[in-house]
C-alpha cells in the first residue's frame, strides 16, 4: 500500500491554482466529515437508544461497526486509490460514505443501522488516504504543498475534536438521524468540487493481498464480537467461538502475509523497535481518548441526566485544548525530544483517567472541565509526534504502508476500548453506572501505563529495508 502515491506525470494538464484549491476545499471537507463521524455518533447514542433499543451491545455496535472496517481496510485503502487514482478513488469514496449515511439516517431497526455503519466504515477507510494523495498531486510545489497538508492535517484534528459538540446539537435540536443526513449535501458538495477538476492522472498497479486483508477483517471482527458479548452475558460458547475464530484468522493472517509478495502488512516492519513504539503508542492514545469520550458521553446524558446539547457542550473547550496542543506538539517535540513527548502524553492519559474516577452525580461543571485537561491534551501531544517519528523509522517507500498500519493500530484501540467499557461499565442493565465507569477508567489507566512503558524501548536509528 502507497498512501503517498508518487507524483510524476503520467499525462494531462498540470492543476490550476483555482483547481489545487477546489481539491484542497474537497479534501478538507471528505477529512473531516470522516473524522466527525468517529466522536459525533458517542453522544447521539442515547437518542438511539431511546428510539431503536438494542441495550449496549447494540450501542457499542454502533460505534464499533464503523471503527472496525475503518480500522482493517486501511491496510488496503492506500493500494486502491494507488491503483484507480485519488480523484476516482476518493470519488468513489465520497459517494459510499453518503448512500451510506443517508442509510444511517434511514435505519428502522438497530441491526439496520450497524448494517450501514459498516458501509460507512469501509468507505471511510477509503476516503482517508485518497484524501491526501488528492492534496499531494493537486499542488505541484513542494512549499505549497507543505502547507496544504498542514491545513488537511489542522483541520481533521480540529474535527476530531468538535466531533461530541456537532453530535450533542444535531440530537437534542434535530434529531439523532441528523447526525447522518448533515452528510449527504456535504458530500453532494465534495462530488460537485471533484466535478471537472483538472488534475494529472496519477496511478500505479499495485497488487492487491484480499487474502491477508480478508483475515484481518476476521481477526478483528471476531476479536471485537468476543469482547462485547463476554462484557454482557460472560464467556459462554459464542464469546468463546468468536475468540477461537479471532485467534485461528490471527495465526492464518501471519502465515499468508508472510508467504504474500505483497502483503498488506509486511511482518518486517514489526520487528523494528521505532515502528512498535508507534504503533503500541497508537493503539494506547486511541483506546484512552476514544474510551474517555465514549464514557463521558453516557455520563453526562445518563448518569447526570444532561441533554445531548448539554453534553455536546462540555467538550468545547476540551476541543479547543486538543487542537492547541497538536499545533503545540512539534515545537515541544524539538525542545524536549520526541521519546519523552511520546511517553509522557501517554501518562498523561493514564492520569486523565485517574482523576475522572471521583465524578459523581453532583461533580461542579467548572471542576469536571478542569479534570477534563489531561484527557485533552495527552493524547493530542502524543499523536503527531508518533506519526513523525514513525515516518522517520522507514524508508520513503514504506511510508504509505507504515501510516496505514499506524491508522489500523489507532482505530483498533478505539475500538477495543468501547468493546471493552460498554460490558463493564453497564453490565447487562445497558445504562452506565458510576461504579462502571470507575473501573473502566482504572482499565484504561492500566492499559496506557503498560503502552507507555513500551513506548520506551525501542532502536533509535532507522532501520535497514527487510
Known sequence: MTVLA????????APTRLGSVRALLAALLGFTVITVDVSAVNIALPYLHRDLGGGMAGLQWVVDAYTLMFAALMLSAGAVTDRVGPVRAYALGVVLFTVASLACAAAPVMPALIAARVLQGAAAAL??????????VAYDDAGARAHAIAVWTVGGSAAMALGPVAGGLLSEYAGWRWVFLVNVPIGILIVALL???RIRPVRRQVPLDLPGQALAVVALSALTYAVIEAGHTGWHASALLAGAASVSAAVAFVVVEGRSAAPVLPLGLLGRGRVMVALVAGFGINFGFYGGIFLLGLYYQQVRGWSGAEAGLMFVIPAVLTTGANVLAPRLAHAVGRRPLIVGGQLILAVAMLVLCPLTTSTPVWLVLVLLIPLATGGALAITVVTADLIDAVEPARVGVATGVLSTFRQTGGAIAVAVFGGLGAGATGFLTLSGMQACLLVGAVVLT?????STGGARRPSSST
Open 127 to 136: 476516503v482517508m488516504p485518497a484524501s491526501l494523495a488528492l492534496v499531494r
Open 6 to 13: 508518487h507524483e510524476a506525470s503520467t499525462g494531462g494538464p
Open 450 to 454: 503498560l503502552t507507555a512503558l513500551a
Open 195 to 197: 466535478a471537472g477538476l
